[in-house]
Structures are given as C-alpha cells and as structure tokens.
C-alpha cells in the first residue's frame, strides 16, 4: 500500500470525550500535515509537522488540540474535551519535501461526529 | 491577504458536455498553481502542477491554463463523464518551506447528469 492511510475513517465521540485521529504517511515522506474540512467549505490548514518536529502549528486551536509525529509510528492529531464545533472531516497529507514546492498526496480523511 | 477564488461555486453539465472551472488567486510571491479533485467523502487527488513557466498542463480529458500576468487559471473538462461529479479545488503556492504557503479555494462543486 503506497497511499497515505487514516484511521478511523468515522469517529463518533460525546461532548468532553477525547479524539485521537491517525495518520500513516506514504513511504518515505517525512513531511505531514493536517487539515479540516467542514460541510461546503474548503480545506483549512491545522498544523506541518516533520518528524519529531512541529513546524507550523499557525492554523491549529492553542486549546484541545494537539499533534505530534513521533520517530516511530503514525502521526497523531488529538483533540481533547471535543466539542460539537469538532464535527468535520480531518484529512491528514504527506509529502517528500515541503509541500510548497513538492506535491502533497491526501488520505481519505477521517469524519468525527460529535454527538 | 493571499486568496484563492473559485467559480462558479457549483455547476450542474449534462454526460459528454464540456465544461470549464475558473480560478483566480491573489497569491504573492507565487510558486505553483494545482488543481485537485475530491470526490463525494474522499481525500483531494492531484490532477496537475502548473509552475509560472507553464501555460498548459493535460492529464487525459483534464486541461489546465494559467495565465501569471492576469492571476488566473482554468480547468477544461472535455466529453464529462459520471465519474467526474466531484469537487475540484485550486490551490496556489506562495512557495517556502511551510504549509501556510499553501492558499486553498473553497472548490467548485460539479454535478454530470445522465
């Protein structure tokens, strides 16, 4: 499997609970990224990260929200105390090098309903 | 403020009619302009990457143009097809080395009928 993965791809949670969403970059990417998406609207960045290193977390909420990519695993968007404003699809991205200048391939994203 | 517009918001084609998708950014410095789709509770797949150089781009019965002096581009859908009702979504680099580089539009919804 070559293609970036998610997982789950549907998540339901209850206000307050905690959401922790996955992402396994394609191989050999070590550049990841995050992004929402709510019903009708366009893709938001949250935050880049490399490995071990948050590089720009200038889209991400400083409260609740969280992620890292650690040296070994998949990275991790959390999102703490979730709220019914949480409800969107999160798609996670990987690239060779800065997606600025290289291409990003995108993972079919994970829905969270929060109920 | 970058930004990224696109038109019209939505369109509805009949099967094997054309059909062209507008984008016009505002993005400085620019580095390179591509064009995605997303189907219906999917992630976005590259259809092309234009850098300022070039002026046409295809990927089969997909034809992108860019125009750098007027800010604009276009994706030219040609013989539309079931499979292509989706969203198409432009993005524009600023290039760098972060991902706030990257200005997204909110997409053109596209609907072929039977």
């Known amino acids: 499997n070559a293609g970036v993965m998610q997982n789950p791809r549907h998540l339901v949670r209850r206000r307050g609970q905690e959401a922790r969403l996955r992402c396994s970059p394609m191989?050999?990417?070590?550049?990841v990224y995050w992004y929402r998406q709510l019903p009708e609207e366009g893709l938001k960045f949250m935050v880049y990260l490399q490995k071990e290193n948050i590089i720009d977390e200038s889209g991400m909420p400083k409260e609740r929200f969280s992620a890292e990519f650690p040296k070994e695993g998949p990275s991790i968007l959390r999102i703490q105390q979730v709220v019914r404003g949480d409800s969107a699809a999160y798609f996670c991205?990987?690239?060779?090098?800065?997606?600025?200048?290289?291409?990003?391939?995108f993972g079919p994203g994970t829905r969270l309903t929060v109920t | 403020k970058n930004q990224v517009e696109q038109s019209p918001q939505s369109l509805i084609i009949l099967e094997g009619k054309n059909c062209t998708l507008q984008c016009n950014y505002t993005v400085s410095p620019f580095s390179n302009l591509r064009w995605y789709k997303q189907d219906t509770g999917r992630g976005p797949v590259s259809l092309t990457i234009?850098?300022?150089?070039?002026n046409t781009k295809s990927n089969g019965r997909y034809t992108a143009t860019l125009d750098a002096d007027t800010k604009q581009s276009s994706l030219h859908i040609t013989a539309s097809q079931l499979s292509d009702s989706a969203s198409y979504i432009c993005?524009?680099?600023?290039?760098?080395?972060?991902?706030?580089?990257?200005?997204f539009g909110k997409g053109t919804h596209l609907i072929i009928q039977p």
């Open positions: 991205a990987s690239s060779l090098q800065p997606s600025t200048l290289y291409e990003q391939y």
């Open positions: 234009m850098t300022f150089s070039e």
């Open positions: 191989k050999g990417h070590s550049h």
């Open positions: 993005v524009v680099s600023a290039g760098g080395g972060g991902a706030d580089g990257l200005t």
